[in-house]
Nanobody
Framework: QVQLVESGGGLVQAGGSLRLSCAAS????????MGWFRQAPGKEREFVAA????????YYADSVKGRFTISRDNAENTVYLQMNALKPEDTAVYYC???????????????????WGQGTQVTVSS
């Protein structure tokens, strides 16, 4: 099991940028695929981005492609989400998640992620 703590959320105007961080505990962070999800009020949790254990193969939801970038620093046990050109519809609580079960695929499904952070609020004003 790994503990995840997100930070970096806040209030930003449309067109602005934010960088979310997710700090992970434990010595095996570099073994886990990682993902970012978000949940807006009254909506289901949705996939945002994922990255493999090695930092390769990043992929994104169509709604954020070209605006968001996922990255990780295994030496710092941290995964990042750089969000540019933010839109009001990006407003949500953002969660990072770790796929810690053996042989977990790199996935956009929340069911493949076993450990979740508490979330950080991102609000984009128009």
């Amino acid at each position: 099991q790994v503990q995840l703590v997100e930070s970096g959320g806040g209030l930003v105007q449309a067109g602005g940028s934010l960088r979310l961080s997710c700090a992970a505990s434990g010595r095996t962070f570099s073994s886990y695929n990682m993902g970012w999800f978000r949940q807006a009020p009254g909506k289901e949790r949705e996939f945002v981005a994922a990255i493999s254990w090695s930092g390769g193969s990043p992929y994104y939801a169509d709604s954020v492609k070209g605006r968001f970038t996922i990255s990780r620093d295994n030496a710092e046990n941290t995964v990042y989400l750089q969000m540019n050109a933010l839109k009001p519809e990006d407003t949500a609580v953002y969660y990072c998640a770790a796929a810690t079960r053996p042989l977990s695929p790199l996935s956009s499904s929340p069911y493949h992620y076993s450990d979740w952070g508490q979330g950080t609020q991102v609000t984009v004003s128009s």
